[in-house]
Protein backbone atom coordinates (compact mmCIF):
# COMPACT_ATOMS: atom_id res chain seq x y z
CA UNK A 1 0.00 0.00 0.00
CA UNK A 2 0.99 3.78 -0.97
CA UNK A 3 2.69 5.25 2.30
CA UNK A 4 1.00 8.21 2.07
CA UNK A 5 -2.28 7.07 1.38
CA UNK A 6 -1.74 4.65 4.35
CA UNK A 7 -0.67 7.19 6.87
CA UNK A 8 -3.51 9.56 5.55
CA UNK A 9 -6.00 7.15 5.73
CA UNK A 10 -4.93 6.59 9.69
CA UNK A 11 -5.03 10.34 10.08
CA UNK A 12 -8.98 10.41 8.53
CA UNK A 13 -9.51 7.33 11.04
CA UNK A 14 -8.31 9.22 13.93
CA UNK A 15 -9.82 12.75 13.33
CA UNK A 16 -13.25 11.15 13.08
CA UNK A 17 -12.32 9.17 16.08
CA UNK A 18 -11.46 12.71 17.85
CA UNK A 19 -14.26 14.18 16.60
CA UNK A 20 -16.83 11.68 17.72
CA UNK A 21 -15.17 12.18 21.30
CA UNK A 22 -15.29 15.45 20.99
CA UNK A 23 -19.03 15.18 20.44
CA UNK A 24 -19.16 13.13 23.50
CA UNK A 25 -16.66 15.03 25.19
CA UNK A 26 -18.39 18.15 24.75
CA UNK A 27 -22.17 16.70 26.33
CA UNK A 28 -19.81 15.45 29.39
CA UNK A 29 -18.64 18.48 29.82
CA UNK A 30 -21.91 20.46 30.13
CA UNK A 31 -22.34 18.11 32.34
CA UNK A 32 -19.44 19.15 34.21
CA UNK A 33 -17.92 15.58 34.65
CA UNK A 34 -14.31 16.17 32.31
CA UNK A 35 -12.21 18.45 30.95
CA UNK A 36 -12.53 18.11 27.38
CA UNK A 37 -8.91 18.53 26.04
CA UNK A 38 -7.69 15.88 28.15
CA UNK A 39 -10.26 13.25 26.99
CA UNK A 40 -9.21 14.45 23.67
CA UNK A 41 -5.58 14.00 24.60
CA UNK A 42 -6.40 10.44 25.86
CA UNK A 43 -8.13 9.61 22.86
CA UNK A 44 -5.45 10.57 20.65
CA UNK A 45 -2.00 9.54 21.84
CA UNK A 46 -2.46 5.97 20.98
CA UNK A 47 -3.30 6.48 17.57
CA UNK A 48 -0.57 9.06 17.57
CA UNK A 49 1.83 6.10 18.80
CA UNK A 50 0.38 4.19 15.95
CA UNK A 51 1.26 6.65 13.46
CA UNK A 52 4.96 6.89 14.96
CA UNK A 53 4.93 2.96 14.45
CA UNK A 54 3.90 2.82 10.81
CA UNK A 55 6.52 5.77 9.76
CA UNK A 56 8.70 3.74 11.55
CA UNK A 57 7.96 0.60 9.54
CA UNK A 58 8.44 2.59 6.16
CA UNK A 59 11.37 4.16 6.72
CA UNK A 60 13.58 1.34 7.20
CA UNK A 61 17.37 1.98 8.40
CA UNK A 62 20.22 -0.70 7.99
CA UNK A 63 23.02 -0.84 10.08
CA UNK A 64 25.79 1.25 8.70
CA UNK A 65 28.19 -0.42 6.09
CA UNK A 66 31.40 0.42 4.32
CA UNK A 67 31.46 1.47 0.99
CA UNK A 68 34.20 -1.31 -0.75
CA UNK A 69 34.95 -0.56 -4.86
CA UNK A 70 33.67 -3.09 -7.50
CA UNK A 71 37.39 -4.19 -6.99
CA UNK A 72 37.04 -4.89 -3.52
CA UNK A 73 33.68 -6.04 -2.91
CA UNK A 74 32.69 -9.67 -2.86
CA UNK A 75 30.02 -11.60 -3.79
CA UNK A 76 29.37 -14.07 -0.71
CA UNK A 77 27.48 -17.08 -0.03
CA UNK A 78 26.79 -17.69 3.25
CA UNK A 79 24.48 -21.56 3.88
CA UNK A 80 23.31 -21.85 6.99
CA UNK A 81 23.12 -17.56 7.18
CA UNK A 82 19.77 -17.23 9.45
CA UNK A 83 21.81 -19.76 12.61
CA UNK A 84 23.65 -18.48 15.08
CA UNK A 85 27.13 -18.20 13.58
CA UNK A 86 25.82 -17.26 10.36
CA UNK A 87 23.66 -14.47 11.16
CA UNK A 88 26.78 -13.07 13.22
CA UNK A 89 29.07 -13.83 10.16
CA UNK A 90 26.34 -12.44 7.68
CA UNK A 91 26.67 -9.15 9.67
CA UNK A 92 30.05 -8.72 9.47
CA UNK A 93 30.34 -8.88 6.22
CA UNK A 94 27.58 -6.94 5.36
CA UNK A 95 28.93 -4.15 7.38
CA UNK A 96 32.28 -4.96 5.62
CA UNK A 97 30.63 -3.70 2.78
CA UNK A 98 30.38 -6.92 0.61
CA UNK A 99 27.72 -8.47 -1.11
CA UNK A 100 26.18 -11.20 0.79
CA UNK A 101 23.74 -14.16 -0.21
CA UNK A 102 22.19 -16.26 2.98
CA UNK A 103 20.76 -19.64 2.03
CA UNK A 104 18.61 -21.06 4.61
CA UNK A 105 16.26 -23.70 4.82
CA UNK A 106 15.25 -22.76 8.21
CA UNK A 107 15.41 -25.64 9.67
CA UNK A 108 17.25 -24.14 13.37
CA UNK A 109 17.49 -20.57 11.56
CA UNK A 110 15.11 -17.79 11.62
CA UNK A 111 14.42 -14.62 9.24
CA UNK A 112 14.52 -12.61 12.25
CA UNK A 113 18.19 -13.01 12.38
CA UNK A 114 18.88 -11.05 9.66
CA UNK A 115 15.45 -9.09 8.94
CA UNK A 116 17.68 -6.07 9.98
CA UNK A 117 19.37 -6.88 6.18
CA UNK A 118 15.91 -7.56 4.30
CA UNK A 119 16.04 -5.12 1.18
CA UNK A 120 18.77 -3.87 2.05
CA UNK A 121 20.97 -3.62 -1.70
CA UNK A 122 23.86 -5.72 -0.82
CA UNK A 123 21.98 -8.32 0.84
CA UNK A 124 19.33 -11.04 -0.44
CA UNK A 125 17.92 -14.18 1.77
CA UNK A 126 16.90 -17.47 0.02
CA UNK A 127 15.19 -20.02 1.63
CA UNK A 128 16.73 -23.69 0.10
CA UNK A 129 17.72 -26.67 0.99
CA UNK A 130 21.62 -27.27 0.28
CA UNK A 131 21.13 -30.73 -0.44
CA UNK A 132 19.54 -29.58 -3.59
CA UNK A 133 21.42 -27.78 -6.03
CA UNK A 134 22.18 -23.97 -6.42
CA UNK A 135 23.25 -22.24 -9.35
CA UNK A 136 24.06 -18.82 -8.30
CA UNK A 137 27.49 -16.79 -9.22
CA UNK A 138 29.88 -16.12 -6.42
CA UNK A 139 32.93 -15.27 -5.14
CA UNK A 140 33.38 -16.94 -1.96
CA UNK A 141 31.27 -19.44 -0.28
CA UNK A 142 30.95 -20.16 3.63
CA UNK A 143 29.37 -23.24 3.99
CA UNK A 144 27.94 -23.77 7.10
CA UNK A 145 24.30 -25.25 6.70
CA UNK A 146 23.94 -27.98 9.59
CA UNK A 147 22.32 -28.31 12.66
CA UNK A 148 25.17 -27.88 15.09
CA UNK A 149 23.75 -28.85 18.81
CA UNK A 150 23.02 -32.68 19.39
CA UNK A 151 19.17 -32.47 19.84
CA UNK A 152 18.80 -31.26 16.74
CA UNK A 153 21.15 -33.26 14.49
CA UNK A 154 20.00 -36.33 16.55
CA UNK A 155 16.83 -35.34 15.53
CA UNK A 156 16.84 -36.51 12.00
CA UNK A 157 20.28 -38.20 11.37
CA UNK A 158 19.78 -39.20 7.72
CA UNK A 159 18.72 -35.41 7.26
CA UNK A 160 21.87 -34.51 8.82
CA UNK A 161 24.16 -36.95 7.20
CA UNK A 162 22.28 -35.68 3.65
CA UNK A 163 23.30 -32.35 4.60
CA UNK A 164 26.84 -32.79 5.43
CA UNK A 165 27.46 -35.03 2.73
CA UNK A 166 24.75 -34.06 0.40
CA UNK A 167 24.45 -30.37 0.94
CA UNK A 168 28.58 -30.26 0.69
CA UNK A 169 28.99 -31.75 -2.55
CA UNK A 170 26.10 -29.58 -3.77
CA UNK A 171 28.33 -26.37 -2.40
CA UNK A 172 31.86 -27.96 -3.51
CA UNK A 173 30.69 -28.49 -7.27
CA UNK A 174 29.01 -24.43 -6.84
CA UNK A 175 32.66 -23.86 -6.12
CA UNK A 176 34.16 -25.39 -8.79
CA UNK A 177 31.49 -23.99 -11.75
CA UNK A 178 31.83 -20.29 -10.34
CA UNK A 179 35.49 -20.73 -9.49
CA UNK A 180 34.50 -19.76 -5.83
CA UNK A 181 36.74 -20.54 -2.51
CA UNK A 182 34.54 -22.71 -0.10
CA UNK A 183 35.25 -22.47 3.30
CA UNK A 184 33.85 -25.42 5.26
CA UNK A 185 32.40 -25.26 8.92
CA UNK A 186 33.74 -28.16 10.30
CA UNK A 187 33.89 -28.61 14.02
CA UNK A 188 36.20 -29.82 17.00
CA UNK A 189 33.57 -33.29 16.84
CA UNK A 190 35.81 -34.17 14.33
CA UNK A 191 38.11 -35.34 17.39
CA UNK A 192 35.52 -37.36 18.85
CA UNK A 193 35.99 -38.76 22.61
CA UNK A 194 39.52 -37.12 22.30
CA UNK A 195 43.19 -39.14 23.84
CA UNK A 196 44.97 -36.33 23.25
CA UNK A 197 44.85 -32.93 25.26
CA UNK A 198 44.53 -30.34 24.19
CA UNK A 199 43.44 -31.25 20.99
CA UNK A 200 45.46 -30.41 17.55
CA UNK A 201 45.07 -30.49 13.83
CA UNK A 202 47.43 -33.35 13.28
CA UNK A 203 45.05 -35.59 15.93
CA UNK A 204 43.56 -37.60 13.67
CA UNK A 205 40.39 -38.34 16.15
CA UNK A 206 38.57 -40.91 18.23
CA UNK A 207 34.99 -41.01 16.78
CA UNK A 208 32.37 -43.55 17.08
CA UNK A 209 31.25 -44.25 13.47
CA UNK A 210 28.25 -45.98 14.97
CA UNK A 211 26.85 -43.87 18.13
CA UNK A 212 24.30 -41.92 18.74
CA UNK A 213 26.52 -38.74 17.46
CA UNK A 214 28.54 -40.01 14.43
CA UNK A 215 25.83 -38.49 11.87
CA UNK A 216 27.24 -35.19 12.59
CA UNK A 217 31.01 -36.04 13.51
CA UNK A 218 31.15 -38.54 10.90
CA UNK A 219 29.26 -36.20 8.35
CA UNK A 220 31.73 -33.75 8.90
CA UNK A 221 34.44 -35.83 8.79
CA UNK A 222 33.63 -36.55 5.06
CA UNK A 223 32.88 -33.13 4.50
CA UNK A 224 36.35 -32.55 5.24
CA UNK A 225 37.44 -35.41 2.78
CA UNK A 226 35.22 -34.31 0.28
CA UNK A 227 37.13 -30.70 0.49
CA UNK A 228 40.32 -32.19 -0.15
CA UNK A 229 38.99 -34.52 -2.83
CA UNK A 230 37.92 -31.42 -4.42
CA UNK A 231 41.10 -29.51 -4.09
CA UNK A 232 43.42 -32.03 -5.04
CA UNK A 233 41.35 -33.40 -7.97
CA UNK A 234 39.72 -30.10 -9.31
CA UNK A 235 41.61 -27.66 -7.84
CA UNK A 236 39.12 -26.17 -5.81
CA UNK A 237 40.10 -23.48 -2.89
CA UNK A 238 39.09 -24.50 0.21
CA UNK A 239 39.41 -23.30 3.90
CA UNK A 240 38.69 -26.02 6.71
CA UNK A 241 37.71 -24.69 10.05
CA UNK A 242 37.58 -26.87 13.23
CA UNK A 243 34.68 -24.86 15.31
CA UNK A 244 35.22 -25.52 19.04
CA UNK A 245 32.53 -24.45 21.36
CA UNK A 246 30.84 -21.04 20.67
CA UNK A 247 28.64 -19.21 22.23
CA UNK A 248 26.55 -15.59 22.17
CA UNK A 249 23.31 -13.60 21.48
CA UNK A 250 20.52 -15.46 19.14
CA UNK A 251 22.01 -19.04 20.63
CA UNK A 252 18.98 -21.30 20.48
CA UNK A 253 16.86 -21.39 23.57
CA UNK A 254 16.88 -24.51 25.17
CA UNK A 255 18.64 -26.56 22.59
CA UNK A 256 20.68 -28.53 25.38
CA UNK A 257 24.21 -26.45 25.63
CA UNK A 258 25.85 -25.70 28.69
CA UNK A 259 25.84 -21.65 28.54
CA UNK A 260 22.23 -21.67 26.85
CA UNK A 261 20.92 -24.29 29.29
CA UNK A 262 22.63 -22.57 32.55
CA UNK A 263 21.70 -19.01 31.47
CA UNK A 264 18.03 -19.73 31.06
CA UNK A 265 17.92 -21.73 34.36
CA UNK A 266 19.52 -18.84 36.39
CA UNK A 267 17.31 -16.50 34.47
CA UNK A 268 14.27 -18.52 35.78
CA UNK A 269 15.27 -19.56 39.12
CA UNK A 270 15.13 -22.74 38.26
CA UNK A 271 18.05 -25.29 39.44
CA UNK A 272 21.43 -25.17 37.59
CA UNK A 273 21.46 -28.83 36.03
CA UNK A 274 25.09 -30.38 36.11
CA UNK A 275 25.66 -33.91 34.95
CA UNK A 276 28.09 -36.05 37.08
CA UNK A 277 29.98 -34.09 39.62
CA UNK A 278 30.81 -31.36 37.40
CA UNK A 279 34.89 -32.01 37.14
CA UNK A 280 34.58 -32.05 33.29
CA UNK A 281 35.95 -29.11 31.98
CA UNK A 282 35.24 -26.86 28.43
CA UNK A 283 36.21 -24.05 26.24
CA UNK A 284 34.21 -22.14 25.50
CA UNK A 285 34.91 -18.97 22.32
CA UNK A 286 32.60 -15.65 22.24
CA UNK A 287 30.74 -15.41 18.78
CA UNK A 288 32.64 -12.19 17.33
CA UNK A 289 35.96 -14.20 17.78
CA UNK A 290 35.29 -16.82 15.67
CA UNK A 291 33.53 -14.92 13.25
CA UNK A 292 36.87 -12.66 12.91
CA UNK A 293 38.80 -16.38 12.63
CA UNK A 294 36.68 -17.66 9.95
CA UNK A 295 36.73 -14.19 7.93
CA UNK A 296 40.96 -14.21 8.16
CA UNK A 297 41.13 -17.89 7.50
CA UNK A 298 38.82 -17.28 4.39
CA UNK A 299 40.84 -14.79 3.28
CA UNK A 300 44.45 -16.53 4.08
CA UNK A 301 46.29 -18.83 1.61
CA UNK A 302 46.18 -21.87 4.81
CA UNK A 303 44.26 -24.55 2.83
CA UNK A 304 45.36 -27.17 5.46
CA UNK A 305 42.34 -27.60 9.00
CA UNK A 306 42.37 -25.07 11.64
CA UNK A 307 41.43 -25.04 14.69
CA UNK A 308 38.95 -21.72 15.88
CA UNK A 309 38.52 -21.74 19.85
CA UNK A 310 39.24 -20.26 23.35
CA UNK A 311 41.44 -22.19 25.35
CA UNK A 312 40.85 -20.84 28.19
CA UNK A 313 39.33 -24.13 30.15
CA UNK A 314 37.03 -24.58 33.11
CA UNK A 315 34.82 -27.13 34.61
CA UNK A 316 31.36 -27.27 34.13
CA UNK A 317 30.66 -26.36 37.81
CA UNK A 318 33.12 -23.11 37.41
CA UNK A 319 30.66 -22.48 34.70
CA UNK A 320 27.59 -23.11 36.63
CA UNK A 321 28.67 -20.86 39.50
CA UNK A 322 30.03 -17.78 37.13
CA UNK A 323 26.75 -17.87 35.45
CA UNK A 324 24.65 -17.83 38.31
CA UNK A 325 27.17 -15.17 40.00
CA UNK A 326 26.71 -13.04 36.62
CA UNK A 327 22.84 -13.20 36.79
CA UNK A 328 22.17 -12.77 40.10
CA UNK A 329 20.21 -15.66 40.64
CA UNK A 330 19.54 -17.76 43.60
CA UNK A 331 19.44 -20.78 42.06
CA UNK A 332 21.07 -23.85 43.07
CA UNK A 333 23.10 -26.24 41.30
CA UNK A 334 21.92 -29.83 41.13
CA UNK A 335 24.01 -32.38 40.68
CA UNK A 336 22.15 -35.07 38.26
CA UNK A 337 23.95 -38.65 36.95
CA UNK A 338 26.59 -38.73 34.77
CA UNK A 339 25.76 -38.41 30.84
CA UNK A 340 26.95 -41.46 28.70
CA UNK A 341 29.96 -40.52 26.15
CA UNK A 342 30.34 -37.27 27.47
CA UNK A 343 33.96 -35.67 26.86
CA UNK A 344 35.86 -34.79 30.24
CA UNK A 345 38.11 -32.67 28.54
CA UNK A 346 37.84 -30.30 25.46
CA UNK A 347 40.05 -27.53 24.37
CA UNK A 348 41.97 -26.37 21.46
CA UNK A 349 45.10 -26.34 20.69
CA UNK A 350 44.84 -23.07 18.74
CA UNK A 351 49.05 -22.17 18.21
CA UNK A 352 48.39 -22.90 14.05
CA UNK A 353 45.41 -20.09 14.02
CA UNK A 354 48.08 -17.71 15.82
CA UNK A 355 51.06 -18.36 13.70
CA UNK A 356 49.60 -18.29 10.15
CA UNK A 357 46.07 -16.21 10.88
CA UNK A 358 47.77 -13.84 13.49
CA UNK A 359 44.14 -14.98 15.19
CA UNK A 360 43.22 -15.13 18.83
CA UNK A 361 40.21 -14.97 21.04
CA UNK A 362 40.17 -11.37 22.66
CA UNK A 363 36.52 -11.38 24.45
CA UNK A 364 36.95 -12.11 28.07
CA UNK A 365 34.29 -14.39 29.26
CA UNK A 366 32.92 -12.57 31.44
CA UNK A 367 32.09 -9.89 28.70
CA UNK A 368 31.15 -12.50 26.49
CA UNK A 369 28.80 -14.06 28.70
CA UNK A 370 27.18 -10.64 30.25
CA UNK A 371 26.23 -10.16 26.44
CA UNK A 372 24.87 -13.86 26.05
CA UNK A 373 22.64 -12.77 29.51
CA UNK A 374 21.50 -9.57 28.12
CA UNK A 375 20.38 -11.60 24.83
CA UNK A 376 18.66 -14.17 26.32
CA UNK A 377 17.15 -11.86 29.50
CA UNK A 378 15.24 -9.72 26.59
CA UNK A 379 14.27 -13.11 24.76
CA UNK A 380 12.40 -14.31 27.94
CA UNK A 381 10.75 -11.16 28.44
CA UNK A 382 9.80 -10.87 24.22
CA UNK A 383 7.86 -14.52 25.14
CA UNK A 384 6.36 -13.07 28.47
CA UNK A 385 4.70 -10.24 26.17
CA UNK A 386 3.36 -12.54 23.72
CA UNK A 387 5.07 -11.27 20.96
CA UNK A 388 6.16 -13.24 18.54
CA UNK A 389 9.18 -16.00 18.91
CA UNK A 390 8.68 -18.81 17.74
CA UNK A 391 8.83 -21.34 20.40
CA UNK A 392 11.91 -23.44 20.74
CA UNK A 393 11.61 -26.55 19.73
CA UNK A 394 11.94 -29.03 22.37
CA UNK A 395 14.36 -31.19 23.18
CA UNK A 396 14.16 -33.85 20.17
CA UNK A 397 16.81 -36.38 21.32
CA UNK A 398 14.78 -39.51 20.66
CA UNK A 399 17.12 -41.84 23.17
CA UNK A 400 19.69 -40.77 25.77
CA UNK A 401 20.28 -37.49 27.88
CA UNK A 402 21.20 -34.07 27.98
CA UNK A 403 25.36 -33.80 27.95
CA UNK A 404 27.65 -30.83 28.04
CA UNK A 405 27.95 -29.63 24.59
N1 LIG B 1 28.05 -23.14 17.50
C1 LIG B 1 29.04 -23.94 17.78
O1 LIG B 1 29.48 -24.04 18.94
C2 LIG B 1 29.67 -24.76 16.67
C3 LIG B 1 30.74 -25.60 17.00
C4 LIG B 1 31.31 -26.36 15.98
C5 LIG B 1 30.88 -26.26 14.69
N2 LIG B 1 29.84 -25.43 14.39
C6 LIG B 1 29.38 -25.41 12.99
O2 LIG B 1 29.08 -24.09 12.60
C7 LIG B 1 27.94 -24.08 11.74
C8 LIG B 1 26.89 -23.14 12.28
O3 LIG B 1 26.50 -23.58 13.57
P1 LIG B 1 25.45 -22.76 14.47
O4 LIG B 1 25.84 -22.93 15.87
O5 LIG B 1 25.28 -21.42 13.90
O6 LIG B 1 24.16 -23.64 14.25
P2 LIG B 1 22.70 -23.20 13.80
O7 LIG B 1 21.84 -24.41 13.95
O8 LIG B 1 22.29 -21.98 14.53
O9 LIG B 1 22.90 -22.83 12.28
C9 LIG B 1 22.87 -23.76 11.24
C10 LIG B 1 22.04 -23.17 10.12
O10 LIG B 1 22.03 -24.09 9.03
C11 LIG B 1 20.69 -24.18 8.53
N3 LIG B 1 20.54 -25.47 7.87
C12 LIG B 1 20.55 -26.71 8.44
N4 LIG B 1 20.38 -27.65 7.50
C13 LIG B 1 20.27 -27.01 6.30
C14 LIG B 1 20.07 -27.41 4.96
N5 LIG B 1 19.95 -28.72 4.65
N6 LIG B 1 19.98 -26.48 4.00
C15 LIG B 1 20.09 -25.17 4.31
N7 LIG B 1 20.29 -24.70 5.56
C16 LIG B 1 20.37 -25.61 6.54
C17 LIG B 1 19.83 -24.02 9.77
O11 LIG B 1 18.50 -23.66 9.49
C18 LIG B 1 20.59 -22.94 10.52
O12 LIG B 1 20.20 -21.65 10.11
C19 LIG B 1 27.46 -25.54 11.63
O13 LIG B 1 27.95 -26.10 10.45
C20 LIG B 1 28.09 -26.20 12.83
O14 LIG B 1 28.34 -27.56 12.58
C21 LIG B 1 29.23 -24.69 15.35
Known amino acids: MNRKFFVDYVLCVARGAVWGNFVNMRSLQENGDLKVESKIEEAVAPLREKIKDLEKSFTQKYPPVKFLSEKDRKRILITGGAGFVGSHLTDKLMMDGHEVTVVDNFFTGRKRNVEHWIGHENFELINHDVVEPLYIEVDQIYHLASPASPPNYMYNPIKTLKTNTIGTLNMLGLAKRVGARLLLASTSEVYGDPEVHPQNEDYWG ?78 FQYVSDLVNGLVALMNSNVSSPVNLGNPEEHTILEFAQLIKKLVGSGSEIQFLSEAQDDPQKRKPDIRKAKLMLGWEPVVPLEEGLNKAIHYFRKELEYQANNQYIPKPKPARMKKGRTRHN
Open 206 to 283: HVNPIGPRACYDEGKRVAETMCYAYMKQEGVEVRVARIFNTFGPRMHMNDGRVVSNFILQALQGEPLTVYGPGTQTRA
